[in-house]
């Protein structure tokens, strides 16, 4: 059974541009989570998928962040427009819900210059 | 906010035990985690707890639970080389989100 995967496994952009970051979860898992780690620091939640709909966007920083998963199968993770600060490691996991493990993909590292 | 603590970094001798701690805030936390991150990997489920039990064993790893103190540990008998990682405790809240609460992570560092 193939896991959890994301594309790109590391993107360097510059300051002001667009990043699309996509995540396939594990076939059948209908939740699907974004993370980001920011160097040295916690991973921090950043939102919950159930199927299609978004279950809980509170971790979110602002509006320059737009997930999207139609279709309920991949999601992507739109940064526009960068800043520095968004540079940092984005987590997928996903998980067929309850209390199952949360089987995470091998993350995209986001460099912001 | 629920709020997650650890150390960063450990440093043991291949063979001795490792003892990962970690503090967090949340008093409804359900479930206690502990990840395990190689280097260029995601991140792996290593074990959990329910918050209703104090202790877990499963082979070379056990899990302590102070829910008194909230303090979590992570014990590692007869340390390896592949061992050493960057260990992430984690919790998650009686919530119906499923939301996850990861700590900074210890970086586990084997010396042979």
């Known amino acids: 059974e193939a896991g959890v995967t994301q594309f790109p496994s590391h993107s360097v952009i510059e300051k002001g541009q667009t990043v699309t970051l996509r995540c396939d979860p594990i076939s059948g898992h209908d939740n699907l989570y974004w993370y980001r780690r920011v160097m040295g620091k916690e991973i921090k939640f950043l939102l919950h998928f159930v199927k299609e709909s978004k279950q809980d966007e509170s971790g979110m920083p602002n509006n320059r962040f737009l997930a999207e998963r139609t279709g309920g199968t991949y999601s992507t993770l739109k940064v526009q427009p960068a800043e520095l600060e968004d540079s940092g490691v984005y987590f997928c996991?996903?998980?067929?819900?309850?209390?199952?493990?949360?089987?995470f993909g091998p993350g995209t590292r986001l460099t912001v210059l | 906010g629920e709020d997650v603590e650890q150390s960063l970094f450990l440093s043991v001798r291949e063979g001795d035990s490792s003892v990962i701690n970690c503090t967090y805030t949340d008093s409804s936390s359900t479930y206690l985690y502990w990840y395990k991150q190689e280097p260029g990997a995601g991140l792996q489920l290593l074990t959990y707890?329910?918050?209703?039990?104090d202790m877990k064993q499963d082979q070379r790893l056990t899990v302590l639970l102070n829910k008194k103190d909230k303090h979590l540990s992570l014990r590692i008998a007869d340390t390896q080389t592949g061992d050493s990682a960057i260990y992430f405790c984690?919790?998650?809240?009686?919530?119906?989100?499923?939301?996850?609460?990861f700590g900074t992570g210890t970086k586990l560092q084997v010396i042979p």
């Open positions: 707890i329910f918050s209703n039990m």
């Open positions: 996991a996903s998980s067929q819900g309850g209390i199952n493990e949360q089987f």
């Open positions: 984690a919790e998650r809240d009686s919530g119906g989100y499923q939301k996850v609460t």
